[in-house]
Nanobody, 122 residues
Framework: QVQLVESGGGLVQAGGSLRLSCAAS????????MAWFRQAPGKEREFVAA????????RYADSVKDRFTISADYAKNTVYLQMNSLKPEDTAVYLCAAGWATAIFTSTYNYWGQGTQVTVSS
């Protein structure tokens, strides 16, 4: 089992920044690839970014490339999502996930956190 707990969400103005954290625990969490997804009201869950714990393989959605950065600190068992130049359309619940590849499909991921709300005002 892997447990994931997100934090760092909040309300920010357009153009601002936020850093989300995902604390992972469990005996085998280091063997998983980590990812961030987001889900806005009435919309399907959407891939944002993924990374291995080493950082050797990362992947981003086109909509966040050059604005968001995913990073992983194995010593702290924590994955981060640095979000810059935020836009109102980035408003969503952001969820952390653990899976077996840096893929964009939700079915790739076995474990999910509860999510943290990010709201970007215009």
């Amino acid at each position: 089992q892997v447990q994931l707990v997100e934090s760092g969400g909040g309300l920010v103005q357009a153009g601002g920044s936020l850093r989300l954290s995902c604390a992972a625990s469990g005996r085998t969490f280091s063997s998983y690839t980590m990812a961030w997804f987001r889900q806005a009201p009435g919309k399907e869950r959407e891939f944002v970014a993924a990374s291995t714990w080493s950082g050797g393989s990362t992947r981003y959605a086109d909509s966040v490339k050059d604005r968001f950065t995913i990073s992983a600190d194995y010593a702290k068992n924590t994955v981060y999502l640095q979000m810059n130049s935020l836009k109102p359309e980035d408003t969503a619940v952001y969820l952390c996930a653990a899976g077996w590849a840096t893929a964009i499909f939700t079915s790739t991921y076995n474990y999910w956190g509860q999510g943290t709300q990010v709201t970007v005002s215009s």
